[in-house]
């Protein structure tokens, strides 16, 4: 046996030989005679076709194959591991899986349009992992399968191609990349742990369709009853014209475009909203005053509104998850704007005010509301793409929500825009629920009303259950002299990060004569949606 092989002329027939490594130089080229194999425990490097009707068998453990873009007519894999590519192949009439993987790493695989593929399955499968792509030649409307795994896993994808023009260098390419999408939302809690990536070249005015077949033990994260079929398109996420077959793990999608992305998650919608809160609104700045953060932060990483006593008052509805933020989303950010003022509590309602699901969030210094990673759009789980309404609420302020007939907005998938985000700062009297006095107007800019220190649903001085009592007697216990500082609390009104009843910045003089311009006797009361 020879240990190495230099083809420089034409071998017109060769019979079964066994060999550690494969060389066709430039100008020479095999041809295979049926029945006949030449197997290769190492390396191959090809400058020329390899033809015939018999087969080239990869045997080796790491073996690596590099065609160099040339054909080869029929490949066998049959490694205890793998076989890699190191540059581009082509192969004409079969490829056979006996044992092993054929891994493209950067390098292409094209596989004509006539080409059998034999044997594949678990363990036995093209596996992309990196730029390399799988590609099938096609010349008319076809359904192929090509087949694709990782992790051990086998995961096919097939493709139909209805109607359309095919040129005569036209293909179907994809990926099965080993990651779940980097475009999921963070939040997202039920999705696979691969996605498969689409391209097409040389087909036109073509409908195409794909089926993938997903493992639902490995390759999994979360619920498989809760995922729904997702294609990214490079800017957002669709999923329209898709279904899921959790009994034979399939995920069909119609309607594939070039560049299309399929995954598959729990169902989603975004939301982007903004408002300020009258307590810690700076008319100069425009902006909120972040001191419950600046220094040393003392805003709880904690949902505070699944806690006493803010959660006699505000009930989480179809969210049973608390939120938790990584303390560094309360660090000091390079853009000051982004900067974190305090929690906030969401409520998600249809266009009939009815509740469909509540999320507690953060605000920004310029009234952004955000998820829990401080940058991201608020992230509704299980909920269809429909148009809503929201209610703003904040334990010492009253809450302010959006009209339905004039201010619903169309959320689903795609990070919302302008257009579909709600700006409770400039909205007009009749976007916002109740009349003008559910809110208040600094400078023409709308603010939550301030004051609420007893967390109940009004604003009073004096009388039953009111703000000042619960800040004087509640929480300073009766000593108008007491201060209470560094405190996360409904009595810090001008949300300073202090409570205190009389002297320099007191609560008490922020409420009578800031909120309510020093009438004792009035009552604001709040007004959204029951």
């Not at 992790?151 to 990926?175: H, Q």
């Not at 302020?397 to 998938?413: I, R, V």
């Not at 007697?473 to 810090?492: F, V, W």
Request: proline share 3%.
């Amino acid at each position: 046996m020879k240990e190495r092989i230099f083809i420089c002329c034409l071998l017109v027939l060769l019979c079964n030989c066994v060999i550690a490594q494969l060389v066709l130089d430039n100008g020479g080229s095999i041809t295979i005679d049926n029945n006949a194999a030449i197997q290769v425990a190492g390396s191959i490097h090809l400058n020329n076709n390899i033809t015939g009707a018999g087969k080239l068998v990869l045997t080796g453990n790491a073996a690596t194959l590099n065609a160099n873009g040339y054909s080869i007519s029929n490949v066998e894999i049959n490694s205890p591991s793998a076989i890699g590519l190191t540059g581009n192949v082509s192969i004409a009439n079969t490829l056979n899986f006996t044992s092993g993987r054929l891994i493209l790493n950067n390098a292409n695989l094209q596989l004509s349009s006539s080409v059998s593929v034999i044997g594949a399955g678990v363990g036995k499968y093209i596996e992309t992992n990196g730029s390399g792509d799988l590609r099938k030649e096609v010349t008319t409307a076809t359904i192929i399968t090509l087949p694709l795994g990782a992790n051990g896993d086998y995961m096919p994808i097939e493709i139909e191609t209805v109607g359309g023009s095919y040129s005569t260098e036209a293909y179907v390419a994809t990926r099965l990349v080993p990651n779940a999408h980097p475009e999921k939302p963070f939040k997202t809690e039920d999705y696979l742990k691969s996605y498969w990536k689409i391209n097409t070249a040389g087909i036109t005015a073509a409908t195409i369709n794909a089926t993938a077949t997903y493992q639902d033990v490995t390759g999994i994260t979360g619920s498989e009853s809760l995922m729904y079929p997702l294609k990214w398109n490079g800017t957002e996420w669709a999923l329209t014209n898709n279904s899921i077959n959790t009994s034979n793990n399939t995920i069909s999608y119609n309607m594939v475009n070039n560049g299309d992305e399929l995954y598959a998650a729990n169902k989603f919608v975004l939301m982007q909203a903004k408002v300020f809160l009258q307590g810690a609104y700076n008319s100069v700045t425009g902006k909120m005053n972040d001191n419950l953060r600046a220094g040393t932060n003392i805003i709880p990483t904690a949902d505070p509104y699944r806690q006493m006593p803010y959660a006699a008052t505000f009930t989480h509805s179809n969210n049973s998850n608390t939120e938790v933020a990584n303390a560094a989303v309360f660090a000091t950010q390079s853009n000051d704007d982004n900067n974190i003022v305090d929690w906030v509590f969401i409520e998600l309602r249809n266009t009939s005010y009815q509740l469909v699901q509540t999320r507690s969030a953060l605000i920004q210094k310029d009234g952004d509301i955000v998820d829990i990673d401080g940058v991201s759009p608020l992230f509704f789980k299980n909920v269809d793409a429909a148009n809503y309404v929201i209610t703003v609420r904040h334990r010492n302020h009253l809450g302010l929500a959006a009209e339905a007939t004039n201010y619903a907005k169309a959320l689903n998938f795609s990070r919302p825009t302008l257009a579909n985000s709600f700006d409770f700062t400039t909205a007009t009297d009749n976007q916002l629920f109740g009349n003008s006095a559910a809110y208040k107007t600094i400078n023409n800019i709308n603010v939550l009303w301030c004051g609420n220190a007893n967390a109940n649903s009004n604003l009073r001085y004096s009388g039953p259950s009111n703000d000042n009592a619960a800040i004087l007697t509640t929480i300073l216990g009766g000593s108008s002299t007491l201060l209470s500082s560094n405190i996360y609390s409904a009595g810090d009104l001008n949300m300073n990060r202090n409570v205190r009843y009389s002297g320099p910045s007191n609560d008490n003089s922020f409420l009578i004569s800031t909120v309510l311009g020093g009438v004792t006797t009035q009552v604001i009361s709040q007004q959204i949606p029951n």
